[in-house]
């Protein structure tokens, strides 16, 4: 194990100037169920949330469209707040510790929170709504099969103080949330596969790959290592990859192939806003096999997996997330 701590907070990095300013000109926020949310009232709580993904292969820009976001208050109290104008946001410019803020200090009611909802404009066949632009510049809308009226929901509880400020972020892994659909049909798929974070409680992890020395150990070659790293929830979890299979084991919370700017060269990598908490680290020389749907559906425990894909190798070490604090996790 090799996990060092130092003090620093993650953070959120505030955005240039020129984009600040355009997030003011889009407008603010109302409710629609009655209440004025924006006014600040002497038993109201606070919520600013943001938005930020991981980056997802083979795309120049990943855009949603939020019209809202919904709060379920107790069993029976939705909170509703409408945009005056929907959010446009190309995920691909929210990384590393970059957000883009959907509330700013929002006024709400205090209380026990159930789930939050983004309300997102995401139909089959909708040019105007939410799309993916890949690097060949080929275009498709995004679409939620299960209707665009049903949103993103994030079903993790959260507590807003009265007089405090509750600060949240939702993290897209758009590795997981947007799918190509079988047949390559003009519509790709988003798919719920969101974090929600308080980052309050939330740190960092960072560390360098020897990505000679990892493809030594893992009995390859530097040219051959397609580095990367993968985060379980926990100590001592056995890797998987990202398959969206429970039953052969535990899909990362978080991935990241990594790229050397030489074969076998060091190459740095980091994570932003990990609860506090103990985890797995796990490096790999194939991260590829994450890239190729064809191949990652696979039982890790097999000498022979499906496909003839030879089992997935990784090197595991040990993490404890502190919160306002960066871990280091280095594989040399």
């Known amino acids: 194990m090799s996990d060092t701590s130092t003090r620093g907070a993650p953070g959120i990095q505030r955005l240039a100037l020129p984009v600040a300013l355009w997030l003011l000109a889009i407008g603010g926020c109302s409710s629609d169920n009655g209440t004025d949310t924006g006014s600040i009232a002497q038993d109201s709580g606070f919520i600013t949330l943001g938005i930020t993904d991981a980056p997802i292969d083979d795309a120049a820009?990943?855009?949603?469209?939020?019209?809202?976001?919904?709060?379920?208050?107790?069993?029976e109290s939705t909170i509703t707040i409408n945009f005056d104008s929907p959010k446009r946001i190309d995920l691909l410019r929210y990384r590393d510790g970059v957000s883009f803020n959907l509330l700013d200090n929002q006024a709400v009611l205090p209380g026990?929170?159930?789930?939050?909802?983004?309300?997102?404009?995401?139909?089959?066949?909708?040019q105007s709504g939410s799309y993916i632009k890949l690097r060949d510049g080929r275009q498709f809308p995004l679409y939620i099969p299960s209707g665009s009226e049903s949103g993103l929901k994030l079903s993790k509880p959260f507590v807003v103080a009265q007089r405090a400020t509750t600060r949240l972020m939702i993290d897209f892994d758009l590795r997981k949330?947007?799918?190509?659909?079988?047949?390559?049909?003009?519509?790709?798929?988003?798919?719920?596969?969101?974090?929600l974070v308080d980052l309050l409680e939330v740190g960092a992890l960072k560390g360098t790959v020897d990505v000679a020395a990892l493809a030594l150990a893992q009995q390859t070659t530097a040219a051959n290592c397609k580095p990367g790293v993968y985060?379980?929830?926990?100590?001592?979890?056995?890797?998987?990859?990202m398959d969206g299979v429970t039953t052969d084991g535990v899909d990362p919370l978080v991935y990241q192939p990594l790229t050397p700017a030489a074969p076998g060269a060091p190459v740095?990598?980091?994570?932003?806003?990990?609860?506090?908490?103990?985890?797995?680290?796990?490096?790999?020389?194939?991260?590829?096999v994450d890239a190729d749907p064809a191949r990652s559906e696979y039982d890790p425990t097999a000498a022979i997996p499906p496909g003839g894909t030879p089992s997935m190798k990784f090197t595991v070490k040990g993490a404890r997330i502190v919160k306002?604090?960066?871990t280091t996790v280095d594989f040399l």
């Not at 983004?118 to 909708?126: D, K, V």
């Not at 985060?231 to 990859?241: I, N, Q």
Request: glycine share 8%.
């Open 177 to 195: 949330s947007v799918v190509a659909p079988p047949g390559q049909s003009p519509n790709w798929i988003l798919r719920p596969s969101l974090r």
């Open 112 to 126: 026990n929170y159930q789930w939050l909802r983004l309300r997102i404009t995401a139909e089959q066949n909708l």
């Open 324 to 326: 306002d604090s960066t």
């Open 268 to 288: 740095n990598y980091s994570f932003q806003f990990l609860a506090a908490g103990d985890y797995t680290v796990a490096a790999t020389c194939q991260a590829d």
């Open 61 to 75: 820009e990943v855009v949603v469209v939020v019209t809202g976001v919904e709060l379920q208050r107790g069993p």
């Open 231 to 241: 985060v379980y929830e926990g100590s001592g979890v056995t890797p998987d990859d």
